[in-house]
């Protein structure tokens, strides 16, 4: 049970990095969406892994073979529990959402989709959940669909209703937008495509880390996270997928640990969820991701979700009344992410000018190109909150962005 009070000046001492300066002045860190930084348990955990429990696993009958094994079994048992998922073999780890999602779209594709078959994608989706399903859909035929968005950035469901449709067979969809802070009705929407018979994918790459993510009651068929936007070490990632579904695709990569039996004439795959592991994989990654579960798991889920939202809220409100800016983050059900732009200043000045006064932000497209069009902006400055952020740093955000606003009027 969660038993620490939230309390954001104790768990800002959690992360050393937070404590470094830029420039000489106080780091400012407001790119979480882009990565999020990790707490002393993630970074100890990493350490005391390559220090005591280094070894391959599956593979050496030694001790430290069995060390780094447990501690990949556990790691899938902390992540299994996280995502309430009904069995650990439904957890596969990737490299992250990107691979997870090139898994799905690979794998369930090839054995799934054939000419004229719709592949239902939204406008807000981040590249990794767009370029995997054309190639996919450029190799067997099928058609990419695209679910519209309002003037708030927030899906059109009339047009999803519309959409859907008996050709549709899956619906890939992000819980979160990366590039807005749109929080997508996804419970609502995957019941709709399920009620179709429609194979669902969720890109909880933005919804793990701020809301959490409970499978069975979202009823999708596959979530997709990366472990270094959950405070967790880079390289590794998760999807989680309905059983009886992997069960029956195709492995996705072939080689060591994914194999019962080899033979020149004929090789035989093992079950969940070893199919879609081929070779060594991230130890020590599991095992920094389930140091990060485990770190966020002694708060309250709600405590971090009301701190982040209050954040947005107060974000919005400080930086509305700036002068020539123009905010995109304009959904009513919305978390984590503020863009914007500023009149006369393009979105790279501002991030340069922000790095000077220690405020770490993101400008570009954010791998979103279609939604960019759609807002019909090349580019936005986005600043995305993490559980350690403060009001005194939206406070310096504020300040910075009006100062890029006077260098350039
Ligand atoms: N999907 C969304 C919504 C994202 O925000 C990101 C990364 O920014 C990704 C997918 C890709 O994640 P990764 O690069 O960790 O694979």
């Not at 400012?28 to 100890?44: F, G």
């Not at 059109?156 to 979160?176: F, K, V, W």
């Not at 990632?237 to 579904?245: D, R």
């Not at 939202?309 to 409100?317: D, I, Q």
Request: net charge negative; charged share 20%; glycine share 8%.
């Amino acid at each position: 049970m969660p038993d620490t009070p939230f309390e954001v000046e104790v768990v800002r001492r959690d992360f050393p990095i937070l404590a470094t300066q830029v420039r000489e002045k106080k780091l400012c860190y407001l790119d979480n969406a882009a990565s999020t930084q990790k707490p002393r348990a993630v970074i100890d955990r990493l350490q005391e892994f390559y220090s005591r429990e280094n070894a391959n696993i599956h593979r050496g009958v030694h001790h430290l073979g069995e060390l780094a094994t447990d501690a990949y079994h556990d790691a899938r048992k902390t992540v299994a529990k996280f995502l309430n998922a009904k069995s650990d073999k439904q957890v596969i780890f990737t490299r992250g959402t990107t691979e997870s999602i090139n898994l799905v779209a690979t794998s369930w594709g090839r054995a799934n989709l054939q000419k004229g078959d719709q592949i239902l994608l939204t406008a807000m989706e981040h590249h990794a959940n767009i370029v995997p399903w054309q190639l996919i859909a450029e190799q067997t035929g099928a058609v990419i669909k695209v679910i519209p968005t309002n003037d708030r950035a927030e899906l059109d469901l009339d047009a999803y209703d519309q959409l859907l449709g008996e050709h549709t067979r899956i619906l890939a969809i992000c819980h979160i937008s990366n590039s807005l802070g749109t929080l997508n009705p996804i419970k609502e929407i995957i019941a709709k495509a399920k009620a179709m018979g429609v194979t669902t994918l969720v890109d909880g790459a933005q919804g793990a880390p701020h809301l959490g993510a409970d499978v069975q009651d979202l009823n999708c068929d596959f979530y997709a996270f990366s472990g270094h936007k959950i405070y967790g070490p880079t390289g590794i990632g998760i999807l989680y997928g309905n059983q009886e579904i992997m069960e029956n695709m195709p492995p996705y990569q072939g080689g060591g640990d994914m194999i019962q039996r080899v033979s020149f004439e004929k090789t035989t795959y093992k079950g969940l969820p070893e199919r879609f592991e081929a070779g060594t994989p991230n130890i020590a990654g599991a095992a920094g991701l389930a140091a990060a579960i485990k770190y966020l798991g002694q708060f309250n889920q709600a405590d971090i979700k009301a701190h982040e939202s209050a954040l947005l809220e107060y974000a919005l409100g400080q930086l509305e009344d700036i002068d020539g800016i123009t905010l995109y983050t304009k959904a009513v059900a919305r978390t984590g992410v503020v863009s914007f732009n500023l009149e006369g200043v393009h979105a790279h000045d501002i991030a340069t000018i922000l790095d000077r006064e220690g405020v770490a932000i993101r400008a570009g497209n954010h791998c979103t190109q279609p939604l960019m069009k759609t807002l019909g902006v090349p580019a936005t400055a986005r600043t995305s909150f993490a559980l350690y952020n403060t009001k005194e740093e939206i406070d310096t955000l504020a300040a910075s962005i009006i100062k890029a606003r006077q260098l350039f009027k």
